[in-house]
């Protein structure tokens, strides 16, 4: 773990978040700074590989490609006015 500890690794993550947040920066981008800070300390792989990585396997997943579908279909009905058709045949 890069010779911290894991109460030590706590502090200094603890102390970068604290640090972040009271200069102003907003809160997703000091969690993302404080989680790169903690994989740049704990592991010895390189960031840039594991973060594309990581970031890819969890955006390539057809549970998130059904979102954009049900969007897309709710504004086709909206704009060709099929829906109100519709109501107005029920």
Known sequence: MGGL???ELSFVLLGVMIV???????IA????LVG?????LTTSLPLGAVL??????????WTLAALP????????????KLSEE?????
């Open 29 to 32: 981008v000091a969690l993302g």
């Open 36 to 40: 790169f800070v903690a994989m740049a």
């Open 86 to 90: 519709m109501f107005r045949g029920l």
């Open 20 to 26: 972040l947040l009271a200069s102003g920066v907003w």
């Open 52 to 61: 594309a990585t990581t970031t890819w396997s969890a955006s390539a997943s």
């Open 5 to 7: 500890g894991l109460v």
């Open 69 to 80: 579908l049900f969007i897309w279909m709710g504004e086709i009905l909206f704009r060709t």
